[in-house]
């Protein structure tokens, strides 16, 4: 009776053990930190930059090993050329200098007063989200203002982690639907341009073309021939330093600042075209004074008109 009594017991208790549910599994910590040595060779035309960091993380179990398994999802090319571990106290410290060519699309609407935002992400290939986190250091700067990037400012820097889905099982066929999750450690990074030397050096031959179309109401109306010369000169050259600067910039389906002003000023100079055809009608039908009476009001007319839209959309432009 004792001996079954016993049993009865026995059996109890690992039923017990066997009915409750297994804990979940707790993934380990990554503690990473960085710091941004310069952001460089900025590239327009092929959507892309270079960036120098240095990386550090620490975390205990060994088999993470990101020296090798560390992967950057928007990168190019990742080039790290110095690397340390110190595995003392039973944690792995590993810090890791690395120069990544980024792939990025750039927000060129009102370029050359554009704001952009540069991100920067790291992920472990082999561990997904059920076996390691990223816990962000925030201790400290990240970056140093003066020599980190050149012409350009920084707004702010959001340093996070989070949760990467990819709408997959690569190829692994226990999963029972095709969703897997990794762990990702990033950072974003607002600048705006130093944009008011850029500005003129891109749109100063522009608004001499514009200025040289301009002067043609100012010309005695006895060389009329010689306004409709520097009209049509001065439109072939507002088109060529439009190419000129479209020859640095991505293709964009949106109306951008660059198209805005080169329209209104090829616009500006057809009207000037126009008007000039005008006062050769008028003078055909000998009426001089009416003619100098139209150019001169034409003239204030349309260069008022043309400062107002130009300083609205730069100011648009560089408020935004």
Not at 108 to 127: A, C, V
Request: hydrophobic share 45%; glycine share 4%; proline share 2%.
């Amino acid at each position: 009776m004792k001996y079954s009594l016993l049993i009865v017991f026995v059996t109890t208790l690992f039923s017990a053990a066997w009915a409750k549910p297994q804990a979940a599994e707790v993934p380990d910590t990554v503690r990473t930190g960085i710091y941004i040595n310069s952001v460089h060779d900025i590239n327009f035309k092929d959507k892309e930059y270079t960036l120098s960091v240095w990386l550090w993380l620490k975390y205990k179990n060994k088999d993470f090993d990101f020296v090798k398994n560390l992967e950057v999802p928007q990168a190019k090319s990742v080039d790290k050329s110095f690397s340390t571990i110190d595995t003392s106290d039973g944690k792995v410290y590993l810090l890791m200098k690395l120069q990544c060519v980024m792939k990025d699309t750039w927000a060129i609407d009102n370029f050359p007063f554009d704001r952009q935002k540069l991100r920067f992400s790291i992920e472990n290939s082999q561990f997904d989200s059920k076996s390691l986190v990223f816990v962000a250091d925030t201790l400290g700067k990240h970056f140093d203002p003066r020599f980190t990037l050149r012409g350009w400012r920084i707004d702010s820097l959001d340093i996070t982690t989070g949760i990467k889905a990819y709408e997959t099982t690569f190829g692994d066929e226990s999963l029972q639907k095709p969703h897997t999750e990794y762990s990702n450690f990033k950072f974003k990074m607002v600048i705006n341009r130093d944009a008011i030397g850029l500005f003129w050096k891109m749109f100063l031959g522009m608004y001499v073309a514009f200025l040289i179309a301009y002067m043609c109401f100012y010309i005695h109306t006895d060389s009329i021939d010689s306004r409709f010369g520097l009209s049509v000169g001065a439109l072939f050259a507002v088109i060529g330093n439009k190419y000129i600067i479209d020859s640095s910039l991505p293709e964009s389906t949106s109306f951008t600042l660059v198209d805005t002003l080169h329209g209104i000023t090829l616009l500006f100079i057809l009207t000037i075209i126009v008007s000039t055809s005008y006062t050769l009608l008028l003078i055909k039908r000998e009426k001089l004074d009416k003619a100098k009476r139209f150019d001169f009001i034409s003239a204030q007319v349309l260069l008022a008109c043309y400062l107002l839209l130009n300083a609205y959309f730069i100011y648009t432009a560089n408020q935004a």
